[in-house]
Antibody, heavy 122, light 104 residues
Framework: QVQLVESGGGLVKPGGSLRLSCTTSGFSFGDDYVSWIRQAPGKGLEWVSYISPTSATVYYPDSVRGRFTISRDNSRNSLYLQMDSLRAEDTAVYYC???????????????WGQGTLVTVSS | EIVLAQSPDTLSLSPGERATLSCRASQSVSSNYLAWYQQKPGQAPRLLIYGASSRATGVPDRFSGSGSGTDFTLTITRLEPEDFAVYYCQQKLAFGGGTKVEIK
């Protein structure tokens, strides 16, 4: 079955860096768009980034552009998020998710990992 | 930039009752791009509905989606105990703020 497992979260000081990983199985990772979506404690869902199968297309909202970098290794079925210059407002659970292959333009996510918590605090 | 407004914020209902959740877009959107998710405490979101009205794999038929243009609805015909959760709508890069369905 489809699985996505995030790792790499933890406590980091403001200005620090962290690298999240998402290991996947059960689907053709190299053919699919994948994404990072976050949820601050008690809040709603927010897009962080997505990446195309060949890495040719990536997206970041203004809130993380220039600080976060998404990447993937199709040979390892893995997705990554390098987070630099972290701020308190980046504190959230970070989910990796697959974008529905049948309708990539919708950015609908059909499978999600369980999430990894990133806490930015001094 | 499209903004999605969900209402109500909280819906208090009893098991067996019908739930009707609303998602209103700030401008007309394609039905193909409207999705609904369910999230329970401590869990990841789960895709329920995509393309405004298509149920995702394994989703019970008591869940249905409808709507077009700026107004979309998620209906749960008879609430089961496991349906009490927060529901989010999404249109591409926009998520609604969520509706919590709680036990009355």
């Amino acid at each position: 079955q489809v699985q996505l497992v995030e790792s790499g979260g933890g406590l980091v000081k403001p200005g620090g860096s962290l690298r999240l990983s998402c290991t996947t199985s059960g689907f053709s990772f190299g053919d699919d768009y994948v994404s990072w979506i976050r949820q601050a404690p008690g809040k709603g869902l927010e897009w962080v980034s997505y990446i195309s199968p060949t890495s040719a297309t990536v997206y970041y909202p203004d809130s993380v552009r220039g600080r976060f970098t998404i990447s993937r290794d199709n040979s390892r079925n893995s997705l990554y998020l390098q987070m630099d210059s972290l701020r308190a407002e980046d504190t959230a659970v970070y989910y990796c998710a697959r974008i529905l292959p049948a309708n990539i333009y919708s950015l609908t996510c059909d499978y999600w990992g369980q999430g990894t918590l990133v806490t930015v605090s001094s | 930039e499209i903004v999605l407004a969900q209402s109500p914020d909280t819906l208090s209902l009893s098991p067996g009752e019908r739930a009707t959740l609303s998602c209103r877009a700030s401008q007309s959107v394609s039905s193909n791009y409207l999705a609904w998710y369910q999230q329970k405490p401590g869990q990841a979101p789960r895709l329920l509905i995509y393309g405004a009205s298509s149920r995702a794999t394994g989703v019970p038929d008591r869940f249905s989606g409808s709507g077009s243009g700026t107004d979309f609805t998620l209906t749960i015909t008879r609430l089961e105990p496991e349906d009490f959760a927060v529901y989010y709508c999404q249109q591409k890069l926009a998520f609604g703020g969520g509706t919590k369905v709680e036990i009355k």
